[in-house]
């Protein structure tokens, strides 16, 4: 079932009027559905961490998962009896996971998205060698700090310590997590994690340059080739449609795609502006120097 609680409902209630239309009512009056938020960095499992898995526990795991030590498990306290002991697994209860979760998809997979574009481009297979360079740690925290933070609604302790802490993991070099993998399905992720963000930003007339050069990095790795003319393998279900973009077009052609960009930003000048200037900077200077003019 989805972790959001609201959708998992109607998706289990649904289900249960399918089968009996009595057992359908009685799951929306009686059943409650809480939501939850994960925030865990999960790298794409490797062989060498099956051997080491194995060297350890004596057996051979096919599919082992390796994680990073930090865990926060958010829930909601709606139980229809009384609260499952989860605290006991580090469970923090809240009354609405949803400001959490908006705060993990926008400052972690928001930067993170950033980096693995950007990163990918200027060489880096990995997002603790992006978060070394002085000039993409400085991008990444002032961009959490002073472009997404805002949007959020939470009082700036918490956004400020989320943001150390952040910075602090993605520094964690055990975590061999590629820029490679995170760049994967930008089609699915840029909504929920950057673009948001940005239609935030516009709506209180406020920057977003460093949210902006993280979507035209990204435009610029969708589109198949680094800046040395060397072939990416997108891997997106709309890799397809993005080969179809003309180079020479770039932002016009991505800002077409309906399913990626809502019309309220597609048509809005400030932002094609704004991307049309950081596309046009990573292509003149490369990645690298972009980050560092930019941060």
Not at 157 to 164: C, E, G, N, S, V
Request: glycine residues 8%; negative net charge; proline residues 6%.
């Amino acid at each position: 079932l989805p972790h959001n609680g609201q959708v998992a409902g109607t998706v289990f209630t649904a289900f249960a009027e399918a089968v009996d239309a009595g057992l359908g009512r009685w799951v929306r009056d009686n059943v409650p559905f809480p939501g939850t938020m994960i925030d865990r960095i999960v790298p794409a499992t490797t062989d060498a961490d099956r051997a080491e898995v194995a060297a350890l526990i004596g057996l051979e795991d096919a599919w082992p998962v390796m994680g990073e030590p930090f865990l926060q498990w958010v829930v909601e306290e709606r139980f229809a009896g009384a609260r499952p002991p989860l605290e006991l697994g580090g469970a923090e209860f809240v009354g609405d996971v949803a400001p959490y979760e908006r705060m993990k998809l926008r400052m972690l997979n928001g930067t993170h998205s950033t980096m693995a574009y950007l990163g990918y481009l200027s060489g880096y297979e990995f997002i603790a060698q992006v978060i070394a360079d002085a000039d993409f740690a400085r991008l990444v925290k002032n961009e959490m700090v002073e472009e997404i933070a805002p949007t959020l609604g939470m009082p700036t302790a918490q956004t400020d310590a989320y943001a150390t802490q952040l910075v602090e993991r993605y520094s964690n070099t055990a975590m061999k997590h590629r820029t490679y993998q995170i760049a994967m399905d930008g089609s699915q992720k840029l909504p929920q994690r950057l673009l948001g963000t940005v239609l935030d930003r516009l709506t209180a007339g406020a920057p977003f340059e460093r949210l902006a050069l993280g979507i035209a990095g990204w435009m610029v790795y969708a589109r198949g080739s680094d800046l040395s003319g060397k072939p990416i393998v997108v891997q997106d279900p709309m890799a397809a449609e993005f080969a179809g973009v003309d180079p020479a077009r770039l932002v016009e052609g991505y800002l077409r795609l309906e399913r990626i960009f809502p019309r309220e930003l597609a048509e809005n000048a400030a932002f094609r502006e704004a991307i049309s200037a950081k596309v046009a900077l990573i292509r003149e200077v490369g990645a690298k120097e972009a980050v560092r003019r930019t941060a």
